[in-house]
């Protein structure tokens, strides 16, 4: 990596955002100071790094900052690219819009219901974003297969964009599990995404990088009780 | 035109989503054959080609589907590269500058002017409209710090997030005649009004953005459609 080049990442430990910037920066190799940010007490830094949502994560290089996971994520990519350094979105344009298109609906369509099943005030609301979150994650079994051409990763051989997107979700998915028992990935009803869930977790990249799913559980309740707590208030 | 290319364009004439794609296909000089859909009668090639989605746009590029509207765009600047502007800044912080407001358009503007116009309460209306000066005021922001003076958010040349934001045109045009607003009001946010003329003026949006009036007559529609729904629900 070049002499000069500084890397800061703000983040916390269980956002699924904040983890796919982390892993693209230890994808790539790069050292970066990763400072971990107190969501009730928000940085300086982090409030004047991201002004529009004050929200992590923020890449803040050579002391200029950019948001977004995704934006990160290809920001990442772009500028640390050459010989030996491993890809996170494909060369190739039509491959892009598809890597692209699936990243965009993990967020657009898969997460909100996921994250519905925490934030459900009732048994009955959780029950039915249960049920959306598994119809929404039948596209993406679909998907996998697609992209991955029988690899072992959305992107092929290794860890990409796709990737990147919908694991950065597997610590939730598995504190769900835990919490109420519902299952969205499974060998079962799911197995190319139970499988590829597996090699996603054994790669150095989330050995480093993902927290245990016990710290996910432990959010999870807070913002149970955080979404409590705001209906009974109204 | 580049030699050989078959592109052909899916869209609903209204949509400000297909507006998208046919601003960057316009500013880039590119032909293609435009496919008008019948949105309540979808096409065999629509649902084969959008089977996630079932929606407009979608780009076909020598029979290859690609689908969502800053997807194709980005997709038209990277597989076109060497035709006519370039959409997307060649300084990788630029392009992460410009990701990030297009992002905000669809993540903050476009769901605060949903929540205004289509709010079912008076309430969640007027939460609409003050996360709308919000979302305004922020890209009033970006077009300052994009242009640095200069005419487009992309520089001298209108780019990714003019397009983007190019898309919403026909409708800002036309929310004067429906709901008396102007949300780029040359008082509040002139840097966007001139922006709103200056885009709208050039030779390769004007004859692209939808009329105005026929904007207002399909939204009209849509009130009394929606009008009758509830007084018919409330019997």
Redesign the interface.
């Known amino acids: 990596m070049a002499a000069k080049e500084e890397l800061k990442l703000l983040g916390v430990d269980v956002s699924p955002f904040a983890i796919r910037a982390h892993m693209a920066v230890v994808i790539k190799g790069v050292s970066c100071e990763y400072v971990v940010e107190d969501l009730s007490n928000k940085s300086e830094l982090l409030l004047s790094s991201n002004p529009?949502y004050k929200k992590v994560p923020v890449l803040i290089?050579n002391g200029?900052p950019?948001?977004?996971s995704?934006?990160?994520v290809?920001?990442v990519d772009?500028?640390f690219s050459g010989d030996g350094v491993p890809s996170i979105l494909p060369t190739d344009?039509?491959e892009?819009?598809i890597a692209?298109?699936w990243a965009?609906?993990v967020d657009d369509k898969f997460f909100p219901v996921l994250r519905g099943i925490v934030l459900a005030l009732t048994e009955q609301e959780r029950v039915e974003k249960a049920t959306e979150t598994l119809a929404a994650i039948e596209?993406l079994e679909e998907a996998f297969a697609m992209c991955s051409k029988g690899k072992a990763f959305f992107s092929g051989d290794s860890i990409g964009y796709v990737d990147l997107a919908l694991g950065s979700l597997l610590v939730w998915i598995e504190a769900i599990r835990r919490m109420y028992n519902i299952e969205i990935i499974s060998a079962s009803k799911t197995p190319r995404l139970s499988a590829w869930a597996e090699r996603f977790g054994e790669s150095a990249a989330a050995k480093e990088v993902l927290p245990e799913v016990d710290k996910a559980v432990q959010f999870g309740k807070m913002l149970e009780a955080a979404a409590s707590a705001a209906a009974a208030s109204k | 035109m580049a030699g050989a290319e078959d592109l052909k364009l899916l869209g609903m004439w209204a949509s400000p989503f297909v507006l998208r794609a046919k601003l960057a296909l316009s500013l880039k000089g590119l032909n293609y054959e435009y496919v008008e859909e019948d949105l309540k009668n979808k096409s065999e090639l629509l649902l084969k080609s959008n089977p996630v989605h079932n929606k407009v746009p979608v780009l076909i590029h020598n029979g290859k589907p690609v689908c969502e509207s800053t997807v194709i765009v980005q997709y038209i600047d990277e597989a076109f590269a060497g035709t006519g502007l370039s959409l997307l800044p060649s300084d990788p912080y630029e392009r992460a500058l410009a990701r990030f407001w297009a992002a905000y358009i669809d993540d903050k503007l476009l769901p605060s002017w949903t929540k205004t116009s289509r709010g079912s309460t008076e309430e969640e209306r007027a939460e609409g409209k003050e996360q709308s000066a919000v979302a305004v005021e922020n890209l009033e922001g970006a077009l300052r710090e994009c242009s640095k003076g200069k005419p487009f958010f992309g520089g001298d040349n209108p780019g990714y997030v003019d397009v983007i934001l190019g898309g919403l045109l026909g409708w800002v045009r036309a929310s004067e005649e429906l709901y008396g607003i102007n949300p780029f009001d040359p008082a509040k946010t002139p840097l966007l009004a001139a922006w709103a003329e200056r885009f709208g003026a050039l030779e390769a949006v004007d004859p692209v953005i939808p009329e105005v009036n026929k904007l207002v007559e399909v939204a009209k529609m849509m009130q009394a459609k929606l009008a009758a729904e509830a007084a018919g629900a409330s019997n």
Do not use: G, M, W
């Open positions: 529009v290089h200029k950019i948001c977004e995704l934006v990160i290809q920001y772009e500028i344009p039509y892009r819009a692209r298109f965009a609906y596209p």
